[in-house]
């Protein structure tokens, strides 16, 4: 019986590199929010600011993003509950009109959260920005995070990797086809948090 060639061993272990290296984050990113991620307001321990992770407040088609919906009702539920003092309203604010954190602003004003105690970031234009922006540029050592459960985990593993105290309050998730679509590009986008924080990020 013939033994494997050089070449094709080499080709098996490189699969199962690249298997490992797609599957470890998967599971490395749920470990490091457990027993620190919360579905209610009231369950929440107190922090003085929530980290609000933004998204477009409108899809391509013209529809209201329910993730953005729902990220702005968990950071009112959670400063209505007492739960934190200052939003930190965190995304991609850019020239041409497109602005994350603005549109959380204008929403939750609407909403009768006093402006003086929202703040704005608008280079939060990763997730990574957003928690090393968090750390770096406003002091914070310890805050929640706000968004759906998918998200606020990543957030938190990145944020726990700089050795930063955080909990996250759960926004509803979004179900159905674009909810589908959402949890695929997070496969990837967990991935990329892994090599991030392995390249010091």
Do not use: C
């Given at each position: 019986?013939?033994?494997?060639?050089?070449?094709?061993?080499?080709?098996?272990?490189?699969?199962?590199?690249?298997?490992?290296?797609?599957?470890?984050?998967?599971?490395?990113?749920?470990?490091s929010a457990r027993g620190r991620l919360f579905a209610r307001p009231e369950?929440?321990?107190?922090?003085?600011?929530?980290?609000?992770?933004?998204?477009?407040?409108?899809?391509?088609?013209?529809?209201?993003?329910?993730?953005?919906?729902?990220?702005?009702?968990?950071?009112?539920?959670?400063?209505?509950?007492?739960?934190?003092?200052?939003?930190?309203?965190?995304?991609?604010?850019?020239?041409?009109?497109?602005?994350?954190?603005?549109?959380?602003?204008?929403?939750?004003?609407?909403?009768?959260?006093?402006?003086?105690?929202l703040l704005l970031d608008r280079s939060g234009l990763r997730t990574l920005?957003?928690?090393?922006?968090?750390?770096?540029?406003?002091?914070?050592?310890?805050?929640?995070?706000?968004?759906?459960?998918?998200?606020?985990?990543?957030?938190?593993?990145?944020?726990?990797?700089?050795?930063?105290?955080?909990?996250?309050?759960?926004?509803?998730?979004?179900?159905?086809?674009?909810?589908?679509?959402?949890?695929?590009?997070?496969?990837?986008?967990?991935?990329?948090?892994?090599?991030?924080?392995?390249?010091?990020?």
């Open positions: 019986m013939k033994r494997g060639s050089p070449g094709g061993r080499w080709a098996v272990r490189g699969a199962g590199l690249l298997l490992a290296g797609a599957l470890l984050p998967q599971v490395l990113v749920p470990l369950d929440l321990p107190a922090r003085q600011v929530g980290l609000v992770l933004g998204t477009s407040d409108v899809l391509a088609s013209g529809r209201p993003n329910r993730y953005y919906l729902y990220r702005i009702d968990a950071a009112e539920a959670a400063y209505r509950a007492g739960k934190v003092q200052v939003l930190l309203l965190s995304g991609e604010g850019r020239s041409d009109g497109y602005d994350e954190p603005g549109a959380m602003y204008r929403d939750l004003t609407a909403r009768g959260v006093p402006s003086k105690r920005d957003s928690v090393v922006r968090a750390d770096e540029v406003f002091g914070l050592r310890e805050f929640t995070v706000i968004s759906q459960p998918f998200h606020n985990q990543r957030a938190m593993f990145l944020a726990r990797a700089r050795g930063l105290d955080v909990v996250g309050l759960n926004a509803r998730d979004v179900t159905g086809r674009s909810g589908l679509k959402v949890q695929r590009r997070e496969v990837l986008a967990r991935v990329r948090a892994v090599l991030d924080v392995l390249r010091g990020g």
